[in-house]
């Protein structure tokens, strides 16, 4: 037998029979909360061309400059992995002219699946990683903005996840951008020989991103840096207000961060970020979902000039949230019943009776390997069987069987025909 030492790339993960049902669980968790919003799934494909997320996203944010998985296929034509899902989503509704009247408005979809980064692997942060998201497409209204996050704050309850923290910002239209660019230059300047190098390089094409750095130093630099809300002009500030007057009446609590402008350079007006300071995390807050709305976006991938607001929420750290907030959410995922056969003829019975059954909905199994009763019997206890039953020639005969409860000394004797006919009856 030759030897193998295949493993998986580094920042990958294999999700095995045990974990998936989790995952399962909160992607069926997922779908019904966004179906009852008014959301359908899209699924887009897991590569586009280069520029979808290079224009779009910005080339001068961490996921373009440093993270993007991008190659020349063999026609000569620059793909990207997509690194996020927004973008190919938005390409998507403009190639398909979902935009048109017959469609609705706000055209709303949600999605799920593998983004890719190149990025240090860690707890909860892989190279390879999964979101769920949601996007409001060709609306501009405070109403959907308040409406996108409550669905996110929901579907985490729904979760059983509750100690959360909504952080928001504007980032205000083109002119109050234009405005806040300068102001926020004119106070970096003098700063510039203290800046790291990638702020350096972004100061003059983008310093938002600046307000977004990691470096420590920088991070004091911006403590003091003016406020983008000190320049929201007349329409800016009117909306970010009435999103602030719509969370107050849905209940919904929220502080503002007027640093906060995420990582993606397409937001516009509104940005959100939902927080845990979950013991998960070490009790310090964590970002769990984000998002905020990208007016432009829909233009720049040749579209009408029409906004849009969305959310992604990475999987992997809400799993992590998951089973450390609310651990009875994960699927126990026994059999209802595993029979024991005591000969051929009980096990050929146990095969027909599973077949039976299992087109009625209930989760049965048996042994397929030929063994010994007392080996059989442990199996079941090992499968944490509900209930379990043994079978032989003289059930055959008899045409009932006794199935005892595990963990209980309860047993009942049930014909065979009975059972199949209803076997939820019986395993209650």
């Known amino acids: 037998m030759v030897e193998l030492n295949y493993q998986k790339p580094k920042g990958t993960a294999d999700i095995l029979p045990g974990e998936s049902q989790l995952w399962e669980k909160v992607e069926n968790i997922a779908e019904k909360t966004f179906r009852e919003y008014g959301y359908r799934g899209i699924r887009t494909p897991i590569f586009e061309d280069y520029n979808v997320f290079a224009r779009n996203v910005g080339d001068t944010s961490d996921i373009v400059e440093k993270q993007m998985y991008d190659f020349m296929d063999k026609g000569g034509r620059r793909l990207a992995l997509r690194p996020e899902g927004t973008a190919g989503v938005v390409r998507s509704y403009v190639e398909n002219k979902l935009f048109g009247p017959e469609y609705p408005k706000p055209y709303k979809v949600y999605y799920m699946g ?40 929901e579907f985490f309850h729904r979760l059983g996840i509750d100690n959360l923290k909504l952080a928001i910002n504007s980032l205000g239209d083109n002119e109050t951008r234009e405005n806040y660019r300068k102001s926020l230059i004119e106070y970096l300047e003098p700063f510039y020989d203290e800046l790291s190098e990638d702020s350096k390089s972004r100061l003059y094409k983008n310093p938002l991103r600046v307000l977004d750095s990691k470096d420590k130093n920088d991070k004091k630099i911006v403590e003091n840096a003016p406020s983008i809300l000190d320049s929201l002009n007349d329409y800016s500030l009117k909306y970010f207000n009435e999103v602030k007057s719509l969370l107050d009446e849905l209940n919904i609590s929220y502080e503002i961060d007027s640093n906060m402008v995420r ?28 998002g905020g709305r990208y007016n432009g976006l829909i233009s720049q991938l040749g579209g009408p000039d029409e906004g849009g607001i ?98 209980s000394s309860e047993t009942k004797i049930i014909k065979i025909n009975d059972f199949k006919d209803n076997p939820q009856k019986f395993l209650n």
């Open 310 to 407: 969305g959310y992604g929420i990475g999987v992997e750290r809400l799993l992590i949230l998951i089973q450390k907030e609310n651990p009875d959410i994960i699927p126990n995922d026994s059999p209802d019943i595993f029979f024991a056969a005591a000969d051929k003829e009980g096990d050929n019975l146990a095969f027909t009776i599973l077949d039976s059954i299992r087109k009625k909905g209930i989760f049965g199994e048996k042994n397929y390997q030929d063994r010994k009763l007392k080996s059989q019997i442990k199996e079941a206890f090992r499968v944490k069987a509900k209930y379990y039953a043994v079978i032989g020639k003289k059930e055959v005969e008899s045409g009932e069987f006794q199935i005892s409860k595990e963990g």
């Open 263 to 290: 990582g993606l350079d397409y937001y516009t007006h509104t940005i959100f970020e939902i927080m845990s300071d979950s013991d998960a995390f070490g009790g310090d807050y964590v970002t769990v979902c984000g």
């Open 114 to 153: 593998p983004m890719f980064r190149y990025e240090r692997p860690q707890s909860g942060r892989q190279r390879q990683f999964t979101q769920i998201g949601c996007e409001a497409l060709n609306s501009e209204s405070p109403q959907i903005d308040v409406e996108v996050i409550s669905e996110a704050i």
